[in-house]
């Protein structure tokens, strides 16, 4: 990427000319995948006071991350391998752009608790490394779909 | 000062903004503690006066910083509303293809959703600047979904 070049994350998952048959995940969407299943399961091990995101006191605050991780995988793999058809845009968002957002609100998350944790446990990393796995993952995809596109 | 840059929309943002941030130096959460402890030697009797410890949303004990979030991310909204009403700042149209309409509905949903989260999870008992940073946040979505109506919105 060119320093000030600026890339269009409203376009949707149009997959570029000659790979509309391409049912193989491109690595932004393998990151993104592979992030959601990390952030899934470190949202039930130990995440903070000897206590998963989904125990008493955390839940739903911490879960959140692993919901926005989960959300973002499930819908990459729905598209990618089960061809499921959704619609271009969701409330005026393009999917990459949801992906992008959920993703880094993920890991700004995952980083703030990191912060306020008086006990960070292994699950609480393992939320990290996955919501940046989502968003770093988001910024490829639109890299790898939408290349140099100005917004 | 551009009036026409203030609309309906950015009107909500800028006060619920504004409210957000106020709030978040509020009680967040309120905890019931022992407080002053009086023994009567002569009788033996203890005496537990009652107190009540609140954390703001900065408090160390309160959560900070993921329960400042909220508060950061609606001054930050107000923000961008402010310099670009007031100081005439001109922002980018669009920020990493985002259009700030968009921007702003994303982060005030991220803002009531983590809210709502703190509403129903199982905490200490929320105190005043819990409530108004919840309807702040509230606030901010409707603004932003305002301003996604408005035509030509800044």
């Excluded at chain 1, 995948?33 to 990390?38: E, Q």
């Excluded at chain 1, 598209?79 to 058809?85: L, Q």
């Excluded at chain 2, 929309?9 to 009680?27: C, E, K, R, T």
């Amino acid at each position: 990427m060119r320093t000030g070049e600026v890339f269009d994350f409203s376009h949707s998952l149009v997959p570029l000319e000659g790979a509309v048959d391409n049912k193989q995940p491109s690595p932004g969407e393998w990151a993104m995948m592979t992030g959601a299943a990390v952030a899934l399961l470190g949202s039930f091990l130990d995440f903070d006071f000897e206590q998963s995101a989904w125990g008493q006191g955390l839940f739903p605050v911490a879960t959140l991350i692993a919901i926005y991780c989960v959300a973002v995988g499930v819908v990459v793999a729905l598209r990618r391998f089960a061809g499921v058809d959704l619609p271009d845009r969701l409330a005026g968002f393009g999917w990459n752009q949801l992906f992008l957002a959920l993703g880094v609100f993920a890991a700004v998350m995952s980083l703030f608790w990191l912060i306020a944790a008086e006990e960070a446990g292994p699950g609480l990393f393992l939320s990290l490394a996955g919501s940046v796995a989502v968003a770093v993952g988001a910024f490829l995809t639109v890299r790898e779909q939408s290349p140099g596109t100005v917004g | 000062m551009n009036n026409a840059k203030l609309s309906p929309g950015n009107i909500v943002i800028l006060v619920a903004g504004a409210v957000m941030l106020v709030a978040s130096f509020l009680a967040f959460f309120t905890v019931e503690t022992i407080g002053d402890v009086d023994f009567d030697i002569e009788s033996g009797e203890i005496d537990f006066d009652g107190g009540e410890k609140s954390f703001s949303a900065w408090s160390d004990g309160g959560g900070f910083p993921i329960t400042t979030l909220p508060a950061l991310i609606g001054a930050g909204m107000a923000a961008a509303v402010a310099l670009t009403a007031f100081a005439k700042v001109n922002l980018p149209e669009r920020v990493l293809g985002f259009s700030w309409n968009q921007l702003h509905l994303l982060l005030g949903a991220q803002a009531a959703l983590m809210m709502l989260a703190f509403l129903i999870a199982d905490t200490p008992d929320k105190g005043i600047g819990f409530w108004l940073m919840l309807l702040a946040s509230i606030g901010l979505v409707v603004g932003a979904v305002l301003r996604e109506r408005e035509p030509a919105a800044a």
